[in-house]
Nanobody
Framework: QVQLVESGGGLVQPGGSLRLSCAAS????????MGWYRQAPGKQRELVAA???????NYADSLKGRFIISRANAKNTVYLQMNTVKPEDTAVYYC??????????????WGLGTQVTVAS
């Protein structure tokens, strides 16, 4: 069983910064990839950024340069540094993780989401 715990969401002013964290726990043997997705009201869930255990990254084109994804493998944690945020960044941000459990069973889990609101 794998759990994802997200933190760091909240209210931030336009132009400000915010850092989201997602910690994976449970019967994890390998954590091959983690990522962040977001869903704004009335819109579909979309990729924000993803990172592999080896450090390869993938960003949404519109966000590259403002947002930075990073990892701390020893803590099974992924971060999303959000810089120069805009009102259109307002959304529920979801953590995603995939890998294998200690008995080599593949897993694919989502966090419950954390609200990010960009407003004055």
């Amino acid at each position: 069983q794998v759990q994802l715990v997200e933190s760091g969401g909240g209210l931030v002013q336009p132009g400000g910064s915010l850092r989201l964290s997602c910690a994976a726990s449970g019967s994890i043997f390998t954590l091959d990839a983690m990522g962040w997705y977001r869903q704004a009201p009335g819109k579909q869930r979309e990729l924000v950024a993803a990172i592999t255990s080896g450090g390869s990254t993938n960003y949404a084109d519109s966000l590259k340069g403002r947002f930075i994804i990073s990892r701390a493998n020893a803590k099974n944690t992924v971060y999303l540094q959000m810089n120069t945020v805009k009102p259109e960044d307002t959304a529920v941000y979801y953590c995603h993780a995939e890998g294998r459990t200690t008995d080599w069973t593949p897993f694919d889990y989502w966090g419950l989401g954390t609200q990010v609101t960009v407003a004055s």
